[in-house]
């Protein structure tokens, strides 16, 4: 019997030392000499090659700041687009380290896919687009429409819920991706096409005539949408996970592309220590002293990334809305670096 015990003990601990060996996804990362990125095939605003073939948006640019963060260089990310129904198993797999791609965050993806979302990174809800020439101005009128959605998304059972919850018909019509979506939805197989708004937004613009479609006031979930990685690894998680901090935490201070390098002699201590002048906070994360100031020399901070991609810069210009910072009427805050 002691034998037994002691043979279940040791493999056992064989298996613990092997998984944690397998799970340093950041010397890795160090060792191959680049991020590997899980993005979308292609949404505007966040992430799809531009007209030269790079990889541009949102999610793209976070990418970019967690290569920064490592390497202390934006450009050394491999892109992998990667469709909903493929994502999870890419990163679950090690195919990417990482995964930027308007992804939801929730607790059957938090907690029974062996993921971890590093925190929220746009907040979001899911909408409905129509043809102005439909004639309807409200969701709750849509009884007896038919609704396309992405098969593999949390879209199908909100649309469930919503519409069971107002006593209303539809008819779903489940497509396996987003531009097969756009084909149906502009041929008229669907009335309605139903996704989180900021991707509505996005896709309005693939049709023929923007112009001729809108989106409803209606948003009928919560789409917390964020960077995952893969659950086992606490030293690569804390790394991605503070990057998304530092981006949020360096437009509250007002720390931004332009003004990143003239921080560094600021004489207010907590942007000294927040760009690595002093502490040992890229220490502890197994980084450069200076791994904030990489970050936002490189891409700017959230605000500058937000205004680009999808505000007012951009061909989205979507409000800020719960994405401003907490201390202006949004939701957006970052624990403090320290």
């Known amino acids: 019997m002691k034998r037994e015990i002691l043979a279940a003990l040791l493999l056992a601990g064989s298996a613990f030392v092997a998984s944690t060996a397998a799970a340093d996804t950041l010397d890795d990362v160090k060792a191959r000499g680049s991020v590997r990125c ?4 292609g949404v505007a605003g966040f992430s799809a090659p531009d007209a030269a ?18 390497f202390g260089d934006p450009e050394k990310v491999s892109y992998v687009p990667l469709s909903t129904k493929d994502r999870f198993t890419a990163l679950q797999s090690s195919e990417v380290d990482l995964l930027s791609r308007q992804t939801t965050w929730s607790l059957s993806r938090d907690s029974g896919m062996g993921i971890h979302f590093v925190g929220t990174a746009y907040y979001d809800g899911q909408g409905f687009m129509i043809p102005k020439k439909l004639g309807v101005d409200s969701a709750l009128r849509l009884s007896g429409a038919t609704v396309c959605t992405e098969q593999g998304t949390t879209t199908e059972q909100n649309l469930t819920d919503y519409f069971h919850a ?7 019509v489940v497509i396996d991706s987003a531009d097969g979506i756009i084909k149906a939805f502009e041929t008229g197989r669907c009335d309605v096409y139903s996704t989180d708004a900021s991707a509505l937004y996005a896709q309005r613009l693939k049709l023929a005539d923007p112009n001729g479609f809108m989106v409803l006031p209606e948003i009928i979930s919560k789409e917390p949408l964020g960077p995952a990685v893969r659950q086992g690894d606490d030293k690569w ?8 901090f530092s981006l949020i935490e360096a437009e509250e201070l007002g720390i931004t592309k332009e003004n990143a390098e003239a921080g560094l002699t600021s004489a207010n201590p907590v942007v000294t220590r927040f760009l690595g002048v002093e502490g040992d906070n890229g220490k502890q994360l197994g980084l450069d002293p200076r791994f904030a100031y990489s970050i936002v020399s490189a891409v ?18 979507i409000d800020r809305g719960l994405n401003a910072l907490w201390n202006k009427g949004g939701l957006m805050y970052a624990p403090p670096s320290r």
């Not at 073939?53 to 490592?70: H, T, Y």
């Not at 998680?237 to 998304?244: E, M, Q």
């Not at 700017?300 to 210009?317: D, V």
Request: aromatic letters at 14%.
């Open 38 to 41: 899980g993005v979308s095939e």
């Open 53 to 70: 073939g790079k990889w541009v948006g949102f999610d793209v640019d976070f990418c970019r700041a967690v290569s920064a963060a490592v």
């Open 166 to 172: 107002n006593k209303m018909e539809y008819q779903p």
């Open 237 to 244: 998680f804390n790394v991605v996970r503070w990057t998304l």
């Open 300 to 317: 700017g901070n959230y605000g500058e990334i937000f205004e680009r991609n999808l505000g007012a810069s951009s061909e989205l210009k």
